[in-house]
T-cell receptor, first 110, second 112 residues
Framework: KQEVTQIPAALSVPEGENLVLNCSFTDSAIYNLQWFRQDPGKGLTSLLLIQSSQREQTSGRLNASLDKSSGRSTLYIAASQPGDSATYLCVLDTGNQFYFGTGTSLTVIP | NAGVTQTPKFQVLKTGQSMTLQCAQDMNHNSMYWYRQDPGMGLRLIYYSASEGTTDKGEVPNGYNVSRLNKREFSLRLESAAPSQTSVYFC???????????FGDGTRLSIL
């Protein structure tokens, strides 16, 4: 069974700092990997999707990378802002099943 | 731009009561999913429907039933609610493979 781990579980940074969130997984047989953010009391909002044949995706201040051979993905957030405060989840799509990490809770301090 | 709509947003039930959670999507997606989210455990798949007329069990199906009423709607039913089913329930949908999932805002369910 696929296991997805996100470290750290919580992170607090001052505004303006660049930061990296980590996601590791045990089985490289994936269709794609997706990064979401979840705000308190809300659903999940898709940020980036990396197909298994891709190495990275970028959207604005966000950059996600995928290294299937090592079972790792990172989400890089540049010039963090208080509005980036949320829980970030990585999700693996194996075709029929989705496997979720438990998330990293990010707080950006003004 | 409704996306995925879940009703109700909140519900409190007594043990043994039944209820149906509703989900509808307006993106013409083939696949729909029901998850539960519990503290420290992440989201876990309850049931999914790869296309209209089909449903399959996920990781934690016990105590639940689903119906894919049509392409738009996918409902989750608790026949006899138990306190262990207290959770936040999310519905999601997806188009073709390698397209992202879209989530509803969740239903917060408490069973006393």
């Amino acid at each position: 069974k696929q296991e997805v781990t996100q470290i750290p579980a919580a992170l607090s940074v001052p505004e303006g700092e660049n930061l990296v969130l980590n996601c590791s997984f045990t089985d490289s047989a994936i269709y794609n990997l997706q990064w979401f953010r979840q705000d308190p009391g809300k659903g999940l909002t898709s940020l980036l999707l990396i197909q298994s044949s891709q190495r990275e995706q970028t959207s604005g201040r966000l950059n996600a990378s995928l290294d299937k051979s090592s079972g790792r993905s990172t989400l890089y957030i540049a010039a963090s802002q208080p509005g980036d405060s949320a829980t970030y989840l990585c999700v693996l799509d194996t075709g029929n099943q989705f496997y979720f990490g438990t998330g990293t809770s990010l707080t950006v301090i003004p | 731009n409704a996306g995925v709509t879940q009703t109700p947003k909140f519900q409190v039930l007594k043990t043994g009561q039944s209820m149906t959670l509703q989900c509808a999507q307006d993106m013409n997606h083939n696949s729909m999913y029901w998850y539960r989210q519990d503290p420290g455990m992440g989201l876990r798949l309850i049931y999914y429907s790869a296309s209209e007329g089909t449903t399959d069990k996920g990781e934690v199906p016990n105590g639940y039933n689903v119906s894919r009423l049509n392409k738009r709607e996918f409902s989750l039913r608790l026949e006899s609610a138990a306190p262990s089913q207290t959770s936040v329930y999310f519905c999601a949908s997806k188009g073709h493979s390698n397209q992202p999932q879209h989530f509803g805002d969740g239903t917060r369910l408490s069973i006393l």
